[in-house]
């Protein structure tokens, strides 16, 4: 079945460019072009997910992403934002944000986004933590991911990682055994437009690698040459 998203964007020639290179990926999408419609249209059907603008007449994105999840729908969501407004990234995140998309923004950087958001919530459990609250937790082996905190904790331990080493480490957990190249994690992580290299990447998986090995080497990050690199977790009895 076709999986649908909603699309919250008031400027209509970005609308129909969303609308229309979605559906030919497949999707179903619907256009809403006002923040309140839009969460109307949110919280009475069920999408798979939503890209939402932030500057929007009736309701701001932000207002909405926040309404919407304070009665507790957790569809994900993609943010549009604008380029060099990381303050409305962080406030966007904030308030529940998935991912964001810089404009202006190609479309095969788009429908990637796209899909990595749609495969890792598709790939998250739900547990019940200590404190008896509903949250998202990714786990490989020994590790766990909380990305809702950027959390992570390995054999019980909370490891402190730099946000681009996380959202590296989350891209390959969600694929563990499976080799990601350097482009998949230059291009998701860093975005399509960044000029700094794949040295970049190097160095991040190699801090990162440092930081899990150094605990009990249950998860370590092996180096295919030449392609990329792939996640393993071991699973320690207890
Ligand atoms: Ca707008």
Do not use: C
């Not at 006002?34 to 932030?54: R, V």
């Not at 404190?131 to 991911?145: C, F, H, R, S, W």
Request: net charge negative; proline share 3%.
């Amino acid at each position: 079945m076709a999986q649908k998203i909603l699309v919250i964007e008031d400027e209509p020639t970005l609308a129909r460019l969303l609308s229309y290179n979605l559906s030919q990926e497949g999707y179903h999408t619907k256009v809403v072009d006002h923040g309140g419609d839009g969460l109307q249209e949110a919280i009475q059907q069920s999408y798979d997910l939503i890209i939402l603008d932030i500057m929007l007449p009736g309701l701001n994105g932000f207002e909405v992403l926040a309404k919407l999840r304070q009665k507790g729908n957790s569809t994900p969501v993609i943010i549009l934002t604008a380029r060099n407004a990381e303050d409305e990234v962080v406030q966007g995140l904030k308030h529940g944000a998935d991912d964001y998309i810089t404009k202006p923004f190609g479309v095969a950087e788009l429908l990637a986004r796209v899909s990595a958001v749609l495969r890792r919530t598709m790939s998250e459990d739900v547990t019940v933590d200590k404190q008896g609250t509903n949250e998202k937790v990714i786990q490989a082996g020994e590790l766990y991911i909380y990305p809702e905190k950027y959390e992570v904790v390995l054999n019980g331990e909370s490891i402190p990682l730099r946000p681009k080493e996380f959202e590296v480490l989350l891209y390959l957990v969600q694929r563990p055994g499976v080799v990601v190249t350097r482009d998949d994690l230059m291009n998701i992580v860093w975005g399509f437009d960044y000029i700094g290299g794949q040295r970049t990447v190097d160095v991040h998986v190699s801090s990162l690698r440092k930081k899990l090995e150094m605990n009990q080497q249950s998860v370590q990050i092996d180096s295919i040459r030449g392609v990329g690199y792939k996640l393993v977790a071991s699973i320690i009895k207890k």
